[in-house]
């Protein structure tokens, strides 16, 4: 399992990070991603980060906003945001699995993890 913690309520413009860490899970050999999904609509993938963390990958709308990371002593990845806007309230998952073709992840057969944490961002 995995759990989703570091979630709250911030002002636009503000930073969070927040984190998941798992257990039962052989987490050093899974590339790992941060999905989101907003009231009404769809999960989307958000981020992905290679089992060692040598390659990232980020969705349109976040990059150069957004760094995930993790840290696979702790069994722990990370997601730093900072200069957060309305549109990025969500709740928050972490998945586990996904491949990388190069630079680009994908996020087939990929399973979501844990109830994730609700991000809030007020305008």
């Known amino acids: 399992a995995a759990a989703g913690v570091g979630g709250g309520l911030v002002q636009a413009g503000d930073s969070l990070r927040i984190s998941c860490i798992a257990s039962g899970l052989a987490f050093s050999t899974y590339n790992m991603a941060w999905f989101r999904q907003a009231p009404g609509k769809e999960r989307e993938l958000v981020a992905g980060?290679?089992?060692?963390?040598?390659?990232?990958y980020y969705v349109e709308s976040v990059k150069g906003r957004f760094t995930i990371s993790r840290d696979n002593a702790k069994n722990t990845m990370y997601l730093k945001m900072i200069s957060l806007l309305p549109e990025d309230t969500a709740v928050y998952s972490c998945a586990a699995g996904g491949v990388f073709n190069g630079r680009t992840y994908y996020s087939d057969g990929v399973k979501i993890w844990g109830k994730g944490t609700q991000v809030t961002v007020s305008s």
């Open positions: 980060i290679m089992w060692n963390g040598r390659y990232t």
